[in-house]
């Protein structure tokens, strides 16, 4: 594709970072992970669509994120981890224009999000510790 973006930027020891934006003609796409403290690790996918965002940012030691939006565009997806042993996953499937926003502050907390057509919004926000969320949406 043409003009993706990708900035990876660690602090900390012992991180692992991974970042693939991929596809024939998958154009405009843009994912910043920024990740301060050890042991993090943060993936992120786009495949197969135009004019999509991920943004991750971990400030703590030992929390993991993945983002994927897999065949669609225009779609949006925040991660912020504030803490230790903080676990997101966010997911996006043929579909466009989905927002998807998981906000962790605190220790031990998990947050799985699912959306598969168009149009979705979804948001966790865990605050304290060891709490546990999914969301799921599907359109048509």
Do not use: C, P
């Not at 943060?42 to 929390?63: A, E, F, L, R, S």
């Not at 997806?77 to 998981?102: C, K, P, S, V």
Request: hydrophobic fraction near 25%; glycine fraction near 14%; charge should be negative.
């Amino acid at each position: 594709g043409n003009r993706n973006t990708a900035i990876l930027e660690q602090t900390g020891n012992y991180g692992f970072g991974s970042m693939e934006q991929k596809w024939n003609g998958a154009s405009d796409n843009y994912a910043k992970v920024v990740s301060n403290g050890d042991y993090n690790k943060h993936t992120t996918v786009q495949t197969y669509g135009d004019n999509n965002i991920i943004n991750t940012t971990q400030t703590g030691n030992k929390n993991e994120s993945f983002t994927g939006q897999y065949v669609g565009n225009l779609n949006n997806g925040e991660t912020i981890q504030i803490g230790d042993l903080n676990i997101a996953n966010m997911q996006t499937h043929n579909g466009n224009l989905n927002d998807g926003n998981i906000y962790q502050t605190g220790n031990s907390n998990t947050g799985l999000m699912s959306q598969t057509g168009s149009l979705n919004i979804g948001t966790i926000i865990q605050t304290g510790g060891m709490n546990n969320a999914v969301v799921t949406q599907n359109s048509l």
